[in-house]
């Protein structure tokens, strides 16, 4: 009996995370909100971003990077977006390459 309830227990254990897996459809929504959103608060007009970086469900946040040239400047501008999966709201942050 334990060596069938051990079996079962590791079965279910293994097809957990396919339970759980996201479609690429709910992938691509959750790109386009993140990428929206942050382009959106990072006030630029037309910014290159990076494809997001999702971390894992503990910290519930996607990154993203965006930059654009300062039409006055004529400068780089970079920025971290930070995407909350649960709030659905972003904080921005311009940064600097160390070194640069």
Not at 55 to 79: C, H, M, Q
Not at 84 to 94: C, R, V, W
């Amino acid at each position: 009996m334990p060596k069938i309830a051990i079996a079962t227990a590791t079965a279910l254990l293994a097809i957990a995370p396919l339970a759980h897996a996201s479609s690429d459809a709910a992938w691509n929504a959750l790109y386009a909100k993140a990428n929206g959103t942050c382009i959106g608060q990072s006030r630029m007009v037309s910014p290159e971003a990076t494809a997001p970086v999702v971390f894992d469900d503990a910290t519930a946040k996607v990154a993203v990077l965006l930059r654009e040239k300062n039409p006055k400047t004529k400068k780089l501008v970079n920025v971290i977006c930070l995407y909350d999966k649960k709030s659905g709201k972003a904080s921005i942050a311009e940064y600097r390459w160390l070194g640069q």
